[in-house]
């Protein structure tokens, strides 16, 4: 049982606008920061957003995320077939990180 | 350019230890921290703990207190994780991945990651 609540799933055709959600409480994402990762298939997770909305140098602008209170959330617009991967999110909670279950995005 | 690189993979038998090493290069070994994480066959990711190359501290997740620890070279920038008393739950690919200068600071550069087997 993950301490961070994301879907197990989404799914969206290609162009379309996604949403994945991420539920915490007030000592991880309620106070501190949360950032998202991308996996694709047999690769190691890559940074998406820091800082609850922030995107590292190369990611496109397509992507985007958003906080309120214990909860965030993760946007993908203009869907494409490279976005098909499992997204998670993460916080950092007390003196340790917790993650997110993880959320596979299927594009159909 | 930023990169880490572990070592390969690994199959050990219930009981034993396993070491895994993470060389960094293309930035400055000791500003910052590193983390382990692993994953699980099929799983979501699961912090291990952290360590910071300068002095050496460290903050392991509760679940691993007693069994795992972490230690480093600077000689030669890399970071060492100890698992030990495996276990088949331990099965899993673990990852090293780069810091902040603060703990609450999240990774963004990841190493290929290293499976370890643990079976009879």
């Known amino acids: 049982q993950s301490v961070l609540t994301q879907p197990p799933s989404a799914s969206g055709t290609p162009g379309q606008r996604v949403t994945i959600s991420c539920s915490g409480s007030?000592?991880?994402?309620?106070?501190?920061?949360i950032y998202w990762y991308q996996q694709l298939p047999g690769t190691a997770p890559k940074l998406l957003i820091y800082k609850n909305n922030q995107r590292p140098s190369g990611v496109p602008d397509r992507f985007s995320g958003s906080k309120s209170g214990t909860s965030a959330s993760l946007a993908i617009s203009g869907l494409r077939s490279e976005d098909e991967a499992d997204y998670y999110c993460a916080a950092w909670d007390d003196s340790h990180w917790v993650f997110g279950g993880g959320t596979k995005l299927t594009v159909l | 350019q930023v990169q880490l690189v572990q070592s390969g993979a690994e199959v050990k038998k219930p009981g034993a230890s396993v070491k895994v090493s993470c060389k960094a290069s293309g930035y400055s070994f000791t500003r910052y921290y590193i983390h382990w994480v692993r994953q699980a066959p099929g799983q979501g990711l699961e912090w291990v703990g952290i360590i910071h190359p300068s002095g050496g501290s460290t903050s392991y997740a509760q679940k691993f207190q007693g069994r795992v620890t972490m230690t480093r070279d600077t000689s030669t920038s890399t970071v060492y994780m100890e698992l030990s008393s495996l276990r088949s739950e331990d099965t899993a690919v673990y990852y090293c991945a780069r810091g902040g200068s603060e703990p609450y600071s999240t990774f963004d550069y990841w190493g290929q990651g290293t499976l370890v087997t643990v079976s009879s």
């Open positions: 007030s000592s991880n994402i309620g106070n501190n920061y």
